[in-house]
């Protein structure tokens, strides 16, 4: 369950690795992509993010101050005087789909995951675009998740005649037993 919190500043970086459950460390397994000049993963994180329309690309400065750790992240209808700007004032959207793609595209993170209320910051149309990249990544990297969500929207993105996607509606009756379908 991602936390804007975790997500925005990068000074608490968590026991588990390389992502923790509130988002903690995605500074340091994106730093470790472009490190490593992982371009198929970096490529692909970077055409996921391209599903917002102001988005163009980001990156990790070269130079900056000892123990600094910030994206400069690049709106395309920005100025060219506006190069960049940091994780501390993008979208929340952004930072959520940020965590979410790297998840899925890490060879570093877990085959098996689960995300709560997947549909947090992001508009309607997003929800069922971002469900539908998230199946394609996840049949290509071989990996699966399970999302929670309220969010009809997400739903959309849903294809139920394929086999290895699944809806699950769970609910409780009057005497608090848990009811799935």
């Not at 990068?10 to 500074?27: A, M, T, W």
């Not at 472009?34 to 599903?51: A, D, G, M, P, T």
């Not at 400069?72 to 209808?77: G, L, M, V, W």
């Not at 699944?166 to 409780?172: E, N, Q, T, W």
Request: overall charge neutral; charged content about 25%.
């Amino acid at each position: 369950n991602p936390e804007n919190t975790y997500l925005r500043n990068f000074s608490d970086e968590g026991q588990i690795l390389p992502l923790g459950i509130k988002g903690e460390g995605l500074f340091k397994e994106i730093k470790r992509i472009f490190e490593k000049k992982n371009k198929s993963q970096i490529n692909q994180i970077l055409k996921e993010l391209r599903i917002l329309d102001w988005f163009d690309s980001f990156s990790i400065p070269q130079y900056s101050f000892p123990g600094e750790k910030a994206f400069q992240i690049k709106d395309k209808y920005l100025s060219e005087t506006t190069d960049f700007f940091d994780q501390r004032i993008a979208n929340e959207g952004f930072l959520f789909l940020l965590f979410y793609f790297t998840l899925l595209i890490s060879e570093k993170t877990p085959s098996f995951f689960a995300i709560d209320n997947i549909d947090s910051s992001l508009n309607p149309k997003l929800c069922s675009e971002l469900i539908i990249r998230m199946t394609k990544i996840s049949k290509s990297k071989k990996k699966q998740f399970i999302a929670t969500t309220h969010n009809p929207f997400i739903l959309d993105g849903l294809d139920l005649r394929d086999e290895s996607q699944r809806l699950f509606v769970v609910s409780r009756n009057i005497y608090g037993e848990t009811n799935v379908n």
